[in-house]
């Protein structure tokens, strides 16, 4: 694998794009719990009863990376393919292909299990528990694929901009009193600004080490200034029965965390770019998450759902049904996460075959083969009787 890799391919943005995809699935693995009560289930994490681990979600709230990398490499699609003369509707099509191909398969299981659970007498709330999870990375993709469809728009389009819209939203939501309902602009301005910090990364604006430690730096001192001083949430996910959360809808300290992690990543490239060159085994672990990366972000939450069910034939087990509310829960969960990463295995080899398929290529119309008018042929010259001599032209018959 690492022999045909092309020599002029990134490896430091397919190495990104990897480390948000781990840090997602290993953040919910962590930070969420069904926990059983009697006939029911319900979701609750470590982070509500344990308020002081916060910082665990700082290490896994990823999603500001990955829109990094994707707004960078649309934008470099985009422009490479119109080069070649691609249209954007053929651009789009093959874009969100890759996007929604592998999200049937995802539909089709949970319909038929959602009939199964309710035809067996399965209690309402616990089947809304269930969906909410296994379709909770829709969201993402929703906001993703409208960014994608954008990004003709988008390409120049300086990141200051939408974060003046998150701020602002955030100004009126919690310092004016106004609905809470309009936070849910930031859902779209929120992610534009790594989206768009991408798209400066295309046009070579952040190569620089200074970009990225300027990034860092502020970033971090912003999304400081804001929990302490400004009552901003310190988890950077949603807890559950928190008054205000970072993430649903995002607010200005999300925001501003992302800014610190896309500094971080550009800082990393070098570095990246370097290790992945020297340890083919490294590159090989990278460039699977890459080519599995629909599948396994679909499915990790199916495959901790499944875990959790079929260990209740055993009874409540610590870390798995039990209440997330000490340190012992934890190193318990911890314990779980070879079991979840073997039941992700499991969808991995029955689901990734959709992630490979691409989009049907419209059919071309037939055309029809071009006439050729017949002519008479020519009449051959007849050899009059004053030139006897004329020699007559012989025809080959192929």
Known sequence: MNTATPPHRDRAVDALRALAIVGIILGHWLVTALVADGNTLHTTSPLQHMPQLAPISWLFQTLAVFFLVGGH???KSYTSTRAHGTTYTQWLRTRL???FIPVAALLTLWTAVTITLLATGTRIDTVHTLLKLALSPLWFLLVFAALTAATPLLARLNPLWPLAVVLHVDLIRFGLGGPQALGWVNLAAGWLVPYTLGAAWTRGELER??????LLVSGTAATA??????GYPASMVGVPGAQVSNLNPPTLAVVTFGLSQCGLALLLRGPLRRTLRRRPMAWAAVAVVNLSAMTVFLWHQTAMMATTATGLTAGRLPGLHTLP???TWVAARLAWLPVFTLALLLCWSAFHGYENRRPRKPRRQKTSRPIRARTSPRPRPRTSPQQPNTPTPSVRHA
């Open 73 to 75: 490499v649309a934008t």
């Open 97 to 99: 292909g890759r996007l």
């Open 209 to 214: 080490l200074r970009a990225g430690w300027t």
């Open 225 to 230: 200034a804001l929990i302490i001083w400004a």
């Open 325 to 327: 509310d000490n340190l």
